[in-house]
Structure formats: C-alpha cells, structure tokens
C-alpha cells in the first residue's frame, strides 16, 4: 500500500501564502507524477498543477505565476507554494500520485486533503 499525507493548510487573508506539503510512504518503487488538486465548495474537482518526469503540466490558468510545485524524489515529497492567494482558491487541496510499486503495478494514490481558507 501507499499513503499520501498532506500538511500546510490554513487559513490566511488575501495575498498571503501557504506551502503544502505531500508525502508520499509505503511500497514505492517509483512515483511517475505527483499533482495537486482542489475541490471548492459545490464545485467539482479540478487540477491545479501536475509534475512528471516531463515537467510541469496541466497548471490552471488562474493560479500560473503564483503557485509552484516542486518534489523532492529523495522524499518522495510533493510541494505546492502558494503566493498572493485570493478567496477563489478557498477550497480542499488533494495530492495525488501516480505510482509504481514495488510489486511492479501502477496505481493513483490520493490524500486525505487539507483545507485551504483565503479571507477577503
């Protein structure tokens, strides 16, 4: 099995930051790509951002130059900073993983989520 734990939620005012963290443990052999995800309220889930071993894919257009995403292989660790939040990214941020276990099968793995509160 593979457990992604987020941290780094919050609540912040407009134009603040916040850096998620997402650490992925378990039978790894190899993490394929990592994305982060967000859910607001009565809305559906949407991707924010995903990085593979092409490179950063699938960012929305509204968060380009102020989020980054990052991973740390060693740590089999996903980041995502935030800059100049707005209350429109208030919602539950998910990691997800595509991952390779050591069993040589591939799955999508996702966290349990972690709030993220802009005030205006």
């Known amino acids: 099995q593979v457990q992604l734990v987020e941290s780094g939620g919050g609540l912040v005012q407009a134009g603040g930051s916040l850096r998620l963290s997402c650490a992925a443990s378990g039978n790894i052999f190899s993490i394929n790509a990592f994305g982060w995800y967000r859910q607001a309220p009565g809305k559906q889930r949407e991707s924010v951002v995903v990085i593979n071993s092409g490179g950063i894919t699938n960012q929305l257009d509204s968060v380009k130059g102020r989020f980054a995403i990052s991973r740390d292989n060693a740590k089999n660790t996903v980041y995502l900073q935030m800059n100049s939040l707005k209350p429109e990214d208030t919602g539950v941020y998910y990691c997800?993983?595509?991952?390779?276990?050591?069993?040589?099968?591939?799955?999508?793995?996702w966290g349990q989520g972690t709030q993220v509160t802009v005030s205006s």
């Open positions: 997800n993983a595509d991952v390779t276990t050591t069993w040589g099968t591939t799955h999508d793995y």
